[in-house]
Structure formats: structure tokens, C-alpha cells
């Protein structure tokens, strides 16, 4: 942690919070991430547009960050083959759906609605990630 900087998280994780609370206020729909793009390629919706316009506001804000603070959000290569992101990531998608939701929709909006399912969801998602540092390694 060389660059903690505990105001930005506070406030970042304030501004996720009330959009999470606000989505679900307008919409009656938990802000999961995988849920609202999986609902997008997988079956017709009724609330479409919400979820594309949900999918495209995450998309314009990470470049709207980019042009209000250049340099500072640059990404680093990856330390690892482009094969092996691409299996972890159809893992991490396959995870997603056998647990019925995401970091985001069991973490964030399941936790703050004290549901069980989500709290045993998270538990697992932190200690699958620890165990996969622990034996793969960390970003270098």
C-alpha cells in the first residue's frame, strides 16, 4: 500500500454507495454488475436501456478520468499472457453466474441488505482471491 490514500477511498466509497442505494431507489433493481451486462447479451429485457445506459455511463466515466487526470490512471502491462487473462476471465464470468451475482452485486448491494447468500458470496470471492495470490502471485 505505497499509495493509500484514505480520503479518495472514503469519498470513492461513498459515491458507490449512494449510486448503488440510488439505482436501486429509481430502478428496484440491485446494481450487480454482471446481472445488468449479462441481461444485456443473454435474453430480451423490458429495461434494456437502463442496462446499456448503466453499461455505457461505467464505460464514458473511466474516460472522462482519463482526460481530467492524464498520467495519473495509467494501467500497467499485464504481468501475465493475454491467455492466461482470458481464462481467468471466463472463470471470474463463470463464477459470477454459478453464484448468482458479482463483487459488486453481492458485496456491495447484498451485504448493505444484510442477506446471508451474499455474505457467505463475499466470503468466498476474498478468500478464492487470497488463495489465488498466495499461490499465483500478485501483480509485480
Given at each position: ?105 453481492h458485496g456491495v448491494c447484498g451485504l448493505s441488505r444484510l442477506s446471508a447468500r451474499s455474505l457467505v458470496a463475499t466470503m468466498t470471492f476474498m478468500a478464492t482471491g ?11
Open positions: 500500500m505505497n499509495h493509500f490514500t484514505p480520503v479518495s477511498a472514503l469519498l470513492g466509497g461513498a459515491l458507490i454507495g449512494l449510486a448503488t442505494s440510488l439505482f436501486l431507489l429509481t430502478h428496484g433493481k440491485v446494481a450487480g454488475i454482471s446481472g445488468i451486462f449479462g441481461g444485456l447479451l443473454s435474453r430480451p429485457v423490458n429495461d434494456g436501456p437502463v442496462r446499456l445506459a448503466f453499461v455505457a455511463g461505467l464505460l464514458l466515466a473511466g474516460l472522462a478520468a482519463h482526460f481530467v487526470a492524464p498520467g495519473q490512471l495509467a494501467v500497467p502491462p499485464p504481468s501475465r499472457s493475454l491467455g492466461v487473462l482470458a481464462i481467468a476471465g471466463l472463470l471470474v464470468g463463470f463464477g459470477t453466474r454459478l453464484g448468482n451475482g458479482c463483487t459488486s452485486g487470497a488463495l489465488a495470490v498466495a499461490l499465483f502471485g500478485g501483480v509485480e
